[in-house]
C-alpha cells in the first residue's frame, strides 16, 4: 500500500481538517471538516473519516473503513494502572465505526487493542484497552466494553449492555439488550438477562452462517448434555471424552473447559442449571 505524507494531501481532504505531519495516509483517504488526525496515524485506502472525528497514534487503520462524525479512536487507555509505555491501536479493513465511537489504545508497554475486519460498532460504543474483536461482530448502541475483553468472529452483542473486564464472547454469540455480562459467554448460544444466562442455542445465526443440518444437529445435542441434563458442568464437558464430533461441538466443549478452568470469570452458567452450577 502506498502512502504519502499528510503534507502533501490536499484531495479529499476539508480544509478546516487538522493532520499531523508525522501521519501517513494513502491519497483516496477523505477526512472531513474539523477531524483531528494526530502523528504515528497509519490509514489505509478507501477509508472515510467523518466529521470531528479524533485519531491519536500510535493507530494503524487498514483500507475501506467509514469512522462516522465524533469518533475518538486511538485516544489514551483510561486504565489507572498506565504507566506512559509505547501503546497502539490496530483496525483491519472494511469495519463501521458509528457516531462517538470510542476505541482506547492498549495499557501495557508493547501492548495493542485490536478491532479485525468486517466489524460494525453502531453509535456510543466504547472499547477499552487491550480488547480484541475478531471479525464480522456487531455491537449495537451503547454497549461498553471493559479491557482485556476478547470477543471471537459472528458474535451479535444488543445495545444498553456493560461487559465486564477480561470477559470472552464466543464465536456466534447472541447477547441480548441491557444484560450484565461478567462472565464468559459460551459460542453458538443466546444470552439474555441479568443475572445473566445461557437461554438457547442461536439457530438463526447458524443457519445464517450456512452451518449444514448435520452441524447443527450436532449441536444441539452437545447443547443438550451440558444444559439440559443432570451432570455437573464438567462432568458433561468430560462426556464427549476423544470420541469424533463436528469442529462446532469441539471449539463449543474446549471454550468451555479452559473458561471453567480460568482464576479469572468462567462460563455464565445455563437456564436451567442455575442451582447445580451455584452449589457445585
Do not use: W
Request: aromatic letters at 6%.
Amino acid at each position: 500500500m502506498q502512502m504519502v505524507g499528510a503534507a502533501n494531501l490536499t484531495r479529499l481532504i476539508h480544509p478546516t481538517a487538522v493532520i499531523d505531519p508525522g501521519a501517513e495516509l494513502d491519497p483516496s483517504v477523505k477526512v472531513g471538516p474539523f477531524a483531528v488526525i494526530g502523528d504515528r496515524v497509519k490509514i489505509g485506502a478507501g477509508t472515510s473519516i467523518g466529521a470531528h472525528v479524533v485519531i491519536e497514534g500510535p493507530t494503524e487503520i487498514g483500507i475501506g473503513n467509514q469512522i462516522f462524525p465524533g469518533a475518538a479512536i486511538g485516544l489514551e487507555t483510561q486504565d489507572l494502572k498506565y504507566a506512559g509505555g509505547e501503546t497502539g491501536l490496530k483496525i483491519g479493513n472494511y469495519n463501521r465505526i458509528r457516531e462517538y465511537v470510542t476505541i482506547n489504545r492498549a495499557t501495557g508497554d508493547g501492548g495493542f487493542t485490536v478491532i479485525g475486519d468486517n466489524n460494525l460498532l453502531m453509535a456510543y460504543v466504547h472499547i477499552a484497552h487491550d480488547c480484541c474483536i475478531e471479525d464480522d461482530v456487531k455491537i449495537a448502541n451503547a454497549t461498553s466494553l471493559a479491557g482485556d475483553v476478547y470477543i471471537e468472529s459472528g458474535a451479535v452483542i444488543s445495545g444498553v449492555l456493560g461487559i465486564h473486564q477480561f470477559v470472552r464472547i464466543g464465536k456466534l454469540a447472541m447477547i441480548g439488550g441491557m444484560t450484565r455480562i461478567q462472565r464468559d459467554v459460551p459460542p453458538f448460544t443466546i444470552v439474555e438477562g441479568n443475572p445473566a444466562r445461557v437461554r438457547s442455542l442461536n439457530l438463526v445465526g447458524m443457519k445464517r452462517s450456512n452451518f449444514s443440518s448435520s452441524e447443527i444437529t450436532a449441536l444441539k445435542e452437545a447443547y443438550r448434555v451440558i444444559y439440559n441434563s443432570e451432570h455437573t458442568l464438567q462432568a458433561a464437558l468430560d462426556s464427549f471424552g476423544t470420541a469424533e464430533t463436528t469442529a462446532q461441538v469441539e471449539h463449543l466443549v474446549k471454550f468451555l473447559q479452559a473458561s471453567s478452568q480460568s482464576p479469572r470469570r468462567g462460563p455464565i452458567p445455563g437456564r436451567l442449571r442455575d442451582r447445580r452450577d451455584t452449589e457445585s
